[in-house]
């Protein structure tokens, strides 16, 4: 008995100690982009430069505006969807604990009472006590060790999950609070414009009054009028959406603090840096959501292992040391101590191609995992590149707008010059005032543009350091 006992011990230390791992090495995918962003991106030369030498700029330093600061801490601490994201980080945390204890005995302490009564009425007592390991798995063939590397591939997507939540709540709450910038802005705009419409219409119905202008004059004061209201309508209605909108990202109203700094404050003073591109191959070490991609690919390929050890034999150990005896008294005394070992081989022989489903599925879902890989790539790859080419297109714009506007006031400065001296008609005077309020709003418009689209590259390049 001795002799079997110690064959059965070495023989699981032999297992404990040589187990083989069945599941396949990882090799991370090619990268399926370009090497260099395209030519309509407009990238100078300069901002290629590798991730390596350029460090993460944090969203604190990005931002400068010490309201919009304040704004983003807000939203990292009360925003519900972020605090999801961060109870998924525990769940998934437990998870592998789970997984990780699964490799280590499970030792428990048992006692136990018994009275069996005997054939001829005499009633028999026993009384146990000690510990136990129940059914421990000796990882021969690296199937335990295989789904406790698939959880920690698991827990850490989960973590890059929250820190791309992170980012875009971060970019969201910033674009939010420029366009209630430009609210504000163009509310402005529409309210000057109408006040001076308003003005201009009191003139002109004087006129027709006393028979200096004609009715077709004051139809057309009239429209001009009617539009700027129309016009300031409109802007009130999205402001109020937009305030709502960034409500819901910040968890709370805005205080008054916040409400004041949006009288104060315009477009023009919320400069943001200007990002380096940097190289493609760069999105695959600053994009959480590819490093997330890349962690559920590699607890793919770790599931392939723990379906490929299910054709093995699976080794358990059961065991037990404690002390037996006929009355409760007698317990861990000399002469009642014991011992129990029931080591267990079990081996698949038939099970109508059940382990096979599992091994196809686990590889199915490898080439499932790739593809979604390559795709995150593909679109980081697209967001980038789309928001590089706006900056370049909309930074030219802006420039011209900002001439154009000049122009527009100075040709409506002239022609108000002209219509008071009877040198231009009516039709010029209301188009030279049309389009100036029109170059004027469509600058705030093309302003914002900008500026979010400064905010989304931002975001599309890894949107800096992690939040801690």
Not at 46 to 72: C, H, K, N
Not at 337 to 343: E, F, K, R, Y
Not at 385 to 403: E, F, I, K, V
């Amino acid at each position: 008995m001795n002799n079997f006992v110690s064959k059965t011990a070495a023989l699981a230390a032999s297992a404990l100690l040589t187990g083989c791992s069945l599941m396949p090495t990882y090799e991370r995918p090619g990268a399926p982009v370009a090497q260099h962003w395209p030519d309509s991106a407009a990238v100078a030369p300069g901002e290629m430069v590798s991730a390596q030498s350029v460090p993460l700029l944090a969203w604190q330093d990005y931002f400068s505006d010490p309201t919009l600061r304040r704004l983003i801490d807000t939203a990292l601490a009360n925003n519900r969807d972020l605090r999801v994201a961060m109870l998924n980080i525990a769940q998934a945390r437990a998870q592998l604990g789970i997984r990780q204890a699964d490799q280590l005995p499970t030792v428990n302490a048992a006692a136990t009472g018994a009275r069996t009564p005997d054939g001829s009425g005499v009633i028999n007592t026993a009384y146990t006590a000690g510990l136990t390991v129940t059914a421990y798995e000796l990882d021969f063939f690296g199937r335990v060790a295989s789904l406790k590397e698939q959880a920690l591939a698991q827990y850490l997507a989960t973590t890059e999950a929250s820190h791309s939540a992170q980012i875009s709540l971060i970019a969201t709450v910033a674009q939010g609070w420029m366009s209630l910038l430009a609210d504000e802005e163009l509310l402005a705009v529409s309210r000057q414009t109408l006040d001076s419409r308003a003005e201009s219409l009191k003139l002109v119905e004087l006129k027709v009054k006393h028979g200096a202008a004609s009715d077709f004059e004051l139809r057309g004061e009239q429209t001009l009028a009617e539009r700027a209201r129309v016009t300031l309508a409109q802007q009130q209605r999205q402001r109020a959406l937009d305030e709502n909108a960034l409500v819901l990202l910040l968890g709370q109203p805005l205080d008054a603090a916040t409400q004041a700094q949006l009288k104060q404050q315009n477009l023009s003073q919320s400069n943001l840096s200007e990002l380096p591109a940097g190289l493609p191959s760069d999105l695959l070490l600053r994009r959480p959501d590819i490093r997330q991609a890349e962690q559920s690919l590699i607890a793919s390929n770790a599931n392939i292992g723990a379906a490929r050890a299910a054709f093995f034999p699976r080794i358990s150990l059961t065991a037990g040391a404690g002390s037996a005896s006929s009355e409760l008294g007698g317990l861990f005394k000399n002469g009642s101590w014991g011992w129990t070992l029931a080591p267990q081989l079990v081996l698949p022989i038939f099970d109508a191609g059940r382990n096979q489903a599992n091994l196809d599925a686990a590889r199915t879902g490898r080439e499932i995992a790739v593809a979604q890989y390559e795709k995150s790539i593909q679109s980081a790859f697209l967001e980038v590149a789309d928001a590089l080419a706006s900056r370049a297109a909309l930074g030219q714009q802006l420039q011209a707008n900002q001439a154009l506007l000049e122009v527009e006031a100075s040709r409506n400065h002239l022609t108000q010059l002209r219509f008071d001296n009877g040198v231009a008609n009516q039709l010029e005077w209301l188009d030279a005032k049309r389009s100036l309020f029109a170059t004027q709003l469509e600058l705030v418009q093309i302003r914002l543009a900008y500026q979010q689209n400064q905010i989304a590259l931002f975001k599309a390049l890894g949107g800096g350091a992690p939040v801690r």
